[in-house]
């Protein structure tokens, strides 16, 4: 029912940004959960940042107050502003879209941290 297609990912240099993007094929209510997963090689997927349908937003500890999860105005984007990144930031960064027991993933993007 949903598509997401996720974009932006690429290689960076430490200290850099990147805003990564995430588009569903439909206009997503605020009762969709929103979340930015990644998995790096050798390590389970992790929740890197989530904003639930209450409007409140949660981050690793890993990220905190270097990531961003935002909502478009539109509903049919979601955003991750990543500054100051690190090398073990390097990861596949999966968007995720849920409402209840429905849950949708984009393909994923890569994003390369290294000099």
């Known amino acids: 029912q949903v598509q997401l297609v996720e974009s932006g990912g690429g290689l960076v240099q430490p200290g850099g940004s990147l805003r990564l993007s995430c588009a569903a094929s439909r206009r997503l209510s605020s009762d969709y959960a929103m979340g930015w997963y990644r998995q790096a090689p050798g390590k389970q997927r992790e929740l890197v940042a989530s904003?639930?349908?209450?409007?409140?937003?949660n981050y690793a500890d890993s990220v905190q107050g270097r990531f961003t999860i935002s909502r478009g105005n539109a509903k049919n984007t979601v955003y991750l502003q990543m500054n100051s990144l690190k090398p073990e930031d390097t990861a596949v960064y999966y968007c995720?879209?849920?409402?209840?027991?429905?849950?949708?993933w984009g393909q994923g993007t890569q994003v390369t941290v290294s000099s």
């Open positions: 995720n879209a849920r409402l209840g027991a429905f849950g949708f």
């Open positions: 904003a639930s349908s209450d409007g409140s937003t």
